[in-house]
C-alpha cells in the first residue's frame, strides 16, 4: 500500500518561503517520477514541479526561479522549497507518484498515488 503525506504548508505573507516535504512509504519513489500539484478554489488541479527517478527536474512556467524540487532517497521524501510567494500560490498543495515510464507528465491522469493535500495561503 502506497501512502504519501504532505506536510508543511500554512499561512504566510507575500513575498516569504514555505517548504513543504512530501513522506512515502509503501514503494520505493526513486524507481518513479515525483510530482507536486496545486489546486486552488474554483481551479482545475495543475502541475507545480516533478522530479524523476534520475534526479532530472521539470516546472510549470510561473514558479520557475522560485520553487525548487528535490528529493532524499534515504529518508523517501520529497521536498519542495517555495520561495517569493505571491497570493496567486494559495492553493492546496498535493504530491503524487507517475509510475508510467520515464519522460514528465504535466496531467494529473498518469499519477496514481496522491497524498491528501497541504494547504499553502499566502497573504498580500
Known amino acids: 500500500q502506497v501512502q504519501l503525506v504532505e506536510s508543511g504548508g500554512g499561512l504566510v505573507q507575500a513575498g516569504g518561503s514555505l517548504r513543504l516535504s512530501c513522506a512515502a512509504s509503501?514503494?520505493?519513489?526513486?524507481?518513479?517520477?515525483m510530482g507536486w500539484f496545486r489546486q486552488a478554489p474554483g481551479k482545475e488541479r495543475e502541475f507545480v514541479a516533478g522530479i524523476s527517478w534520475s534526479g532530472g527536474t521539470h516546472y510549470t512556467d510561473s514558479v520557475k526561479g522560485r520553487f525548487t524540487i528535490s528529493g532524499d532517497n534515504a529518508k523517501n521524501t520529497v521536498f519542495l522549497q517555495m520561495n517569493s510567494l505571491k497570493p496567486e500560490d494559495t492553493a492546496v498543495y498535493y504530491c503524487?507518484?507517475?509510475?508510467?515510464?520515464?519522460?514528465?507528465?504535466?496531467?494529473?491522469?498518469?499519477?496514481?498515488?496522491w497524498g491528501q493535500g497541504t494547504q499553502v495561503t499566502v497573504s498580500s
Open positions: 509503501g514503494h520505493t519513489f526513486s524507481n518513479y517520477n
Open positions: 503524487a507518484v507517475d509510475r508510467s515510464g520515464p519522460g514528465f507528465n504535466v496531467a494529473a491522469g498518469p499519477y496514481d498515488y
